[in-house]
C-alpha cells in the first residue's frame, strides 16, 4: 500500500484527488490510500469516521445522475489535535505524495511582496514556539523530520488555484526553512535535501463542486440507499492537468483522466482567466442583482453577456497555443455555468476576493495594460467586489475573507463613502495597470441605482 497525505479534505478534494485516485486504483501495480488531514476543524473527521471515511461522490449532468461510492480514504486526521502524527506521516517512507487543498489563504502569501507573510500570527508563531499550524509549517516541519531519517524522495503537489502554484509551494518552503534557520534552535536547513529529494510538480485542477446541503443528504439517502453524512455533489466535466515532475511512485491517474504534460502555465492561465475570473463576475454581479445561484446568473440576460465579453478580454492575454480553441472552451464554460443540478451558490464563489481576485481578474488587466488596451468588463469584476465587500461592512454582516477585519476598520475611518472604497481597492495592492478612478465610478453608481 502506498499513501498519499493530503492536507485540506474538502468537498473540492474529494470530487476531485480523491475521485482520480479511487478510480486509479484500477490500474497500475499498487494499492493508493489517501489520509487526510483536517488544518482546523474536525467537522470532516467526525462525519466520515463513522461511515468509515467512504462517502457518496454525486456527478450531475444534464441528463442524469451518477452516484459513486469512493473508498479511498484510510482516515482523517485533525492537525491541531496531534500536529506530531501529521509530522510523523509525513516524514512516513510510506507516504509517498502530500497534496494540497487549502485554499488560496492557506499558503499566507504577503499581497504586496509575494513572500511568505512572516506577520501572520500562526506563521510567527511555527517560527517561535516550533508548533505547525498551517499548511506550511506543517509541510516543513515534516520534511524536517524526513531529512532526519533519511527517508525516500517525495512529491508535494499543490491543487489549488494560485498562479504556478508547485513554484509558488516549493518557494514558501523554502522561504519557511530559511526563516526557521534563524529562529529555531537545532533547526537543519532543508536546502539541498530539497533540491535532490523533494519535487513541487505545478498542477491545474478543474471541477466545480457546491457545497454540501441537506436537500443532497437526502438524496443520496433515497437514490443511493444509505445515509451519508457527508456526500459530494459535483459535475461530470473534470480535468486535472500535472507537471511530470515525480521524485517517487505515483497513481495511474492518467489512466483515471489526468494528464500529464511538461508545461502547466498554458492551462493555468485559461483556467484560471477564464473559469475563475467569469465566477468571480458572475458571484459579485449576481448576487447584486439577487441571484443565488451560478446557473440563475448565467441565464439573466445582461450578466450572461458580460461574461461573454469578459472572456474575450481574457482570451486576448492567453499564451498562443490556448487561443486557437478558447471560443469552444468558452462555450462549454458556459453550458457547464448552466446545469441547474448542480446548485452552486454564488455566495460560495464569493468569499476570500482579496485572495482570488489578483490571480483571476488584476492579472489579466495588467497584461491588456501592458498592451495598451484597457479592460472594461474585468474592471466592472473589480467594481462589483467593491460593492460586495463596502454593503456588507457597512451592514455589519461577515464576510469571509482574511482581511475581514481591516474592511470593518475602513468602514469605521471616515463618513465619506468615496475614502471608504479607495481604500477597499487599495487592499487588492493594484499597480499602475488599474483604472482606478473609473472602477471607483462605476462602484459608486452602481451603490446609487
Known amino acids: 500500500m502506498k499513501r498519499i497525505l493530503h492536507l485540506g479534505p474538502g468537498n473540492f478534494f474529494r470530487a476531485h484527488q480523491a475521485w482520480y485516485t479511487h478510480h486509479a486504483n484500477d490500474y497500475g501495480n499498487a494499492d493508493w490510500q489517501i489520509t487526510g488531514v483536517s488544518l482546523k476543524s474536525s467537522t470532516a473527521r467526525d462525519s466520515l469516521t463513522p461511515q468509515d471515511c467512504d462517502y457518496t461522490l454525486v ?72 508548533q505547525p499550524r498551517t499548511a506550511i509549517g506543517f509541510l516543513t516541519f515534516g520534511l524536517q523530520k524526513r ?9 508535494i503537489i499543490s491543487c489549488d488555484n494560485l498562479s504556478d502554484n508547485g513554484a509558488t509551494l516549493k518557494k514558501l518552503v523554502q522561504e519557511f526553512d530559511q526563516e526557521a534557520s534563524r529562529s529555531l ?18 498542477t491545474m485542477v478543474d471541477r466545480i463542486t457546491p457545497a454540501t446541503t441537506d436537500a443532497l443528504r437526502q438524496e443520496v439517502h433515497q437514490k443511493a440507499g444509505w445515509a451519508d453524512a457527508s456526500p459530494v455533489a459535483t459535475e461530470l466535466f473534470s480535468e486535472w ?24 502555465s498554458p492551462f ?8 475563475n475570473g467569469a465566477h468571480s463576475f458572475l458571484a459579485y454581479a449576481g448576487l447584486y442583482t439577487g441571484h443565488t445561484y451560478v446557473h440563475e446568473a448565467i ?26 480553441d478558447a471560443a469552444d472552451y468558452c462555450t462549454e464554460l458556459i453550458e457547464r455555468f448552466a446545469n441547474p443540478a448542480l446548485k452552486h451558490e454564488l455566495a460560495q464563489i464569493a468569499g476570500d476576493g482579496s485572495q482570488k481576485l489578483p490571480v483571476r481578474v488584476l492579472s489579466t488587466i495588467a497584461d491588456r495594460h501592458n498592451k495598451g488596451t ?26 469571509n475573507d482574511p482581511l475581514a477585519k481591516r474592511f470593518a476598520e475602513i468602514q469605521q475611518s471616515s463618513d465619506n463613502r468615496r475614502d471608504k472604497l479607495t481604500a477597499i481597492l487599495q487592499t487588492l495592492s493594484p499597480d499602475g495597470s488599474l483604472d482606478q478612478n473609473r472602477i471607483l465610478e462605476r462602484a459608486e453608481t452602481l451603490l446609487d441605482a
Not at 502530500?98 to 500562526?122: F, M, Q
Not at 515532475?245 to 500529464?260: C, I, K, M, T
Not at 445582461?302 to 486576448?316: D, Q, S
Open 59 to 130: 456527478i450531475n449532468s444534464v441528463a442524469d445522475t451518477d452516484y459513486q461510492r469512493i473508498s479511498v480514504i484510510d482516515r482523517i486526521l485533525v492537525g491541531p489535535e496531534d500536529p506530531q502524527a501529521v509530522i510523523d506521516l509525513i516524514a512516513d517512507p510510506a507516504t509517498a505524495i502530500v497534496s494540497l487543498t487549502v485554499t488560496e489563504k492557506g499558503y499566507h502569501i504577503d499581497a504586496t511582496t509575494g513572500h511568505l507573510n512572516t506577520r501572520n500570527p500562526d506563521i510567527a508563531a511555527e517560527l517561535s514556539d516550533g
Open 147 to 155: 531529512q532526519q531519517q533519511n527517508a525516500d524522495p517525495i512529491t
Open 185 to 202: 534552535p537545532g533547526w537543519l536547513g532543508l536546502a539541498d535535501w530539497l533540491k535532490k529529494s523533494v519535487t513541487f510538480p505545478g
Open 241 to 264: 492537468i500535472i507537471e511530470d515532475s515525480f521524485a517517487a511512485e505515483r497513481p495511474a491517474w492518467d489512466q483515471a483522466g489526468a494528464q500529464f504534460v511538461d508545461d502547466v
Open 268 to 275: 493555468e492561465h485559461r483556467k484560471l482567466r477564464l473559469l
Open 299 to 324: 441565464a439573466d440576460t445582461v450578466l450572461r453577456a458580460a461574461v461573454g465579453e469578459l472572456m474575450l478580454e481574457a482570451t486576448t492575454t492567453l499564451p498562443a497555443t490556448m487561443q486557437s
Open 374 to 399: 484597457a479592460s472594461p468588463c474585468a474592471s466592472d469584476t473589480i467594481a462589483y467586489w467593491l460593492v460586495f465587500i463596502y454593503q456588507r461592512s457597512a451592514a455589519g454582516a461577515d464576510i
